[in-house]
């Protein structure tokens, strides 16, 4: 396969593995942040598992792009997970999005291609 589709999968993966912890987040008890036993139950909240799950895998992905890739284009196309979560926290979470995060948004972009195409 394509490394390049390895790569997509990764920052996907990735993406909606953050999106999961932040909801997650927002359910766990405090007390349960702490350092200690009920550290542990923190595992058995269902969005933190689920995207533990997931950002598992999004590792396989990225480790499966690192075997057919070098690591100067690899870990730049990484940042394209920005660009994700802006997205999925403007949808899903309603998070207000402001001109400058969208700005900040191009300037990745523009780092992105940058990278790519001067690695041709």
Same mark, same amino acid.
């Given at each position: 396969?394509? &490394?390049? @589709? @390895?790569?997509?999968f990764?920052?996907?993966?990735s993406s909606? *593995?953050?999106? !999961?912890?932040k909801? /997650?987040?927002g359910?766990?008890?405090?007390e349960?942040?702490?350092? /200690?036993?009920?550290s542990? !139950?923190?595992?058995?909240? &269902?969005?933190? +598992?689920?995207?533990?799950?997931?950002?598992?895998?999004?590792?396989? +992905?990225y480790l =499966?792009? =690192?075997?057919? =890739? &070098? =690591?100067?284009?690899?870990? &730049? #196309? #990484?940042?394209? *997970? @920005?660009?994700?979560?802006?997205l #999925?926290?403007?949808?899903?979470?309603?998070?207000?999005? *402001?001109?400058?995060?969208?700005? /900040?948004?191009?300037?990745?972009?523009? *780092?992105?291609? $940058? $990278?790519?195409?001067s /690695?041709?």
């Amino acid at each position: 396969m394509n &490394p390049y @589709y @390895y790569m997509i999968f990764a920052v996907i993966f990735s993406s909606f *593995g953050q999106l !999961l912890q932040k909801i /997650g987040s927002g359910k766990v008890k405090e007390e349960h942040l702490k350092i /200690g036993f009920k550290s542990v !139950l923190i595992f058995f909240n &269902p969005f933190i +598992f689920s995207a533990l799950v997931i950002l598992f895998f999004a590792t396989l +992905f990225y480790l =499966l792009a =690192l075997s057919k =890739l &070098p =690591l100067s284009i690899a870990y &730049p #196309l #990484l940042s394209s *997970g @920005y660009i994700f979560v802006l997205l #999925l926290s403007k949808f899903f979470l309603k998070e207000k999005v *402001g001109i400058r995060r969208w700005l /900040g948004v191009f300037v990745i972009i523009t *780092g992105i291609c $940058v $990278v790519f195409f001067s /690695g041709r």
